[in-house]
């Protein structure tokens, strides 16, 4: 069975924070020039936040800059940091330190990830993006050229053995002259992409985690670059 090809301007591959701020970003950069860019997400997550499950503390100025009234749109950003506690832990007890001053949360928010990831979703819908949740990206598509040229979803109806059911279904091809993947540090298909072209060659790690020095790193925090 044939898959079904959809074309798109740009295809982009994951539903969190960073692929919808992306997809939102596209729509107001062509309504800005007066161009009709089409936009397409796949998310693997059955909904939009679905696979994003942690709270997390946010700074709201890429909030700001993207959509400057989302205090008025609904952001669920409602519970403001008052209060920071910076804990040195031994094996009996915890002493309170000075917050170091890059650490200091004032003005940042406590939410939902999830929530947050759902209410871009419903922003990127109504400048137009097309989001397919249910949709894991399966394979990356190459031009005769080896660019990169979009990606395919995965078959349907696949038994645990990789056969095909009654209910099979192939999956769909999503081409696009960009593709976005927005997958996270651990995606598969960005995985095979780094090693296609070998994106981490010469290139510092991603993350570095020190502790001992400097002092406020030994509360278990770590110092990340």
């Not at 959809?6 to 919808?20: E, F, N």
């Amino acid at each position: 069975m044939s898959r079904e090809v959809m074309t798109y301007d740009v295809v982009i591959v994951g539903g969190g924070p960073s692929g919808l701020a992306c997809a939102i970003r596209l729509k107001q950069i062509a309504a800005e020039r007066h161009r009709d860019v089409s936009v397409c997400l796949i998310e693997k997550g059955a909904d939009i936040g679905a696979h994003i499950l942690s709270g997390a503390v946010i700074e709201p100025r890429a909030l700001d800059e993207l959509l400057p009234d989302w205090r008025t749109r609904g952001a669920p950003l409602d519970t403001p940091v008052r209060d920071d506690r910076f804990l040195f832990l031994t094996a009996r007890r915890s002493v309170r330190l000075p917050t170091p001053p890059q650490m200091h949360n004032g003005g940042n928010y406590i939410a939902s990830l999830g929530n947050l990831c759902r209410w871009l979703g419903q922003q990127a819908e109504a400048l137009g993006v097309e989001i397919y949740a249910g949709f894991a990206g399966a394979e990356v598509l190459y031009d005769a050229d080896g660019a990169v040229a979009g990606v395919a979803t995965g078959d349907m109806g696949v038994d645990r053995d990789g056969k095909r059911t009654a209910a099979y279904a192939a999956g769909i091809e999503l081409r696009a002259r960009q593709t976005v993947f927005a997958e996270g540090c651990r995606g598969s298909l960005t995985k095979q992409l780094t090693e296609r072209f070998r994106l981490r060659e010469g290139v510092d790690p991603q993350v570095v985690h020190t502790v001992g020095w400097p002092p406020f790193a030994a509360a278990g925090c770590g110092d990340a670059t």
